[in-house]
C-alpha cells in the first residue's frame, strides 16, 4: 500500500485550528475530555467522536461515514491499545489545549502519541498520531533471518520500478509495520516517468491495466474486487488493500497482493493457482494514489492480522543482470529472467 499508517493516519486525519479567545474550557476540562476521546479511538466509536468534533474539523472529514471508516483503518493499523505510559497538557494559545496520551499499540514496536486539540468551546478541532520521539523505526520481527519455503517470482512481467523495498525504513517505509514488514510497490517507467501526458487519467499510467500475476502455488483464501479505482492523486484509507487477493502457499506462508482494478479478478476464493497464473489487472483501488502492485509475504492469512515475511524472489534480472534469488530493495530496475547458477 502506498502509504504507511503513520502516513495514511497523519495526511488523513491531521487539521489544527487555534482559537485566539480566553474560555472557560481549562487545563483539568482538556484532560478529562482527552481521556474520553481517547476511550472512544479505543473503542472504535466513531459515532460519539463526530459528535465531538468542530464545524471545521467535521467540514475537513467530509462527511460520518468517511470518518468512521478512517477509524476502522487506522485501528486495524495500530491494533488494540495496551497501555497509556505518559498524559500532558498544554495551552498552545490562550482558551486553546492540546492533550497528548503516550500509548503502546499492539502492532506497532514504538509508542504512538495520540493528540487532541479542543477550541475554546472544548470541541475537537484537531488530531492526529505519530511515533512518539521520532520518525518510525523498523518494526523488531523476529523473522529477519526466517528462511521462505516458497518458491517465488516476480508478480508481473516486464520490467518493473521498486519504489518501495527493502529492510529499512529508508529504503521502505511499509517496514515499520508488523505485517509488511518486507512489503514491496512497483510500478513501471518509461522516460523517467510513471505515465504519459499529465497524469490526469488512470490509462495514462503505465502499469495501469498491466497482469497481476500469482507469485506461486496455492489456493486462494481472501479476494476482493468489488471497489471502484480512486481518480489519481486521491485514496481509499477505508479499504486499504483494495481490491486484491491472499494466497494460502502451505507451511504458514501467504502472499498478498492488492490494488487491482475492479471486476478484473480472474479467480475466486477456494481456486488454485500455479505460478505466474493471471490473477487480475492492475488498478488504483484501496490506500493508493496512482496504480501500482503492493505485495508481501506473511504468516497468516488475514490482513493486517499477521507478521511479514521475507521475500526472496527466483530467477530475475535486477538492472539488467541475472540473479537466482534476491530480495528486491528502493530504486531497482526488475524483471522476470532465467538466471545462471
Not at 502492532?107 to 520518525?135: C, E, H, L, S, W
Amino acid at each position: 500500500m502506498k502509504q504507511s499508517w503513520f502516513a495514511a493516519f497523519a495526511a488523513s486525519l491531521f487539521v489544527v485550528l487555534l482559537a485566539g479567545f480566553a474560555s472557560a474550557f481549562d487545563g483539568p476540562s482538556a484532560t478529562a475530555k482527552g481521556r474520553v476521546m481517547l476511550g472512544h479511538v479505543k473503542a472504535g466509536d466513531a459515532t460519539a467522536m463526530w459528535g465531538e468534533l468542530s464545524s471545521t474539523m467535521r467540514t475537513a472529514m467530509k462527511d460520518s461515514a468517511s470518518f468512521a471508516g478512517m477509524l476502522v483503518s487506522i485501528n486495524g493499523s495500530l491494533g488494540a491499545l495496551d497501555s497509556v505510559v505518559s498524559e500532558e497538557i498544554s495551552e498552545p494559545a490562550p482558551g486553546t489545549w492540546t492533550y497528548v496520551a503516550t500509548c503502546r499499540y499492539s502492532k506497532v514496536p514504538v509508542p504512538i502519541a495520540m493528540t487532541f486539540t479542543f477550541d475554546r468551546d472544548g470541541r475537537v478541532a484537531g488530531m492526529f498520531a505519530r511515533p512518539a520521539g521520532g520518525a518510525p523505526k523498523e518494526h523488531a520481527s523476529s523473522h529477519l533471518e526466517y528462511v521462505t519455503k516458497t518458491a517465488l517470482r516476480l508478480p508481473f512481467e516486464g520490467e518493473w520500478f521498486v519504489v518501495w523495498g527493502g529492510r529499512t525504513v529508508a529504503q521502505n517505509y511499509h517496514a515499520a509495520t508488523r505485517d509488511q514488514r518486507f512489503a514491496l510497490d512497483v510500478l513501471m517507467v518509461k522516460d523517467g516517468s510513471t505515465h504519459k501526458g499529465d497524469g490526469k487519467a488512470l490509462t495514462d499510467y503505465w502499469c495501469y491495466g498491466q497482469k497481476a500475476l500469482a507469485p506461486g502455488a496455492g489456493t486462494v483464501v481472501w479476494m476482493r474486487d468489488s471497489l471502484p479505482d480512486n481518480a489519481p492523486g486521491q485514496t481509499d484509507a477505508k479499504n486499504a488493500i483494495g481490491n486484491g487477493v491472499v494466497i494460502d502457499h502451505g507451511n504458514g506462508e501467504y502472499s498478498l497482493l492488492g490494488h487491482m482494478q475492479p471486476k478484473s479478478l480472474r479467480v475466486k476464493t477456494g481456486d488454485r493457482v500455479k505460478a505466474g497464473q493471471l490473477l487480475g489487472l492492475v488498478g488504483n483501488s484501496g490506500n493508493t494514489s496512482e496504480p501500482h502492485i503492493h505485495y508481501h509475504l506473511q504468516n497468516g492469512p488475514k490482513p493486517f492480522d499477521a507478521d511479514g515475511l521475507p521475500i526472496p524472489f527466483t530467477n530475475l534480472l535486477v538492472d539488467g543482470a541475472p540473479v537466482a534469488k534476491a530480495e528486491v530493495v528502493k530504486g531497482q530496475m526488475v524483471a522476470p529472467g532465467t538466471a545462471k547458477h
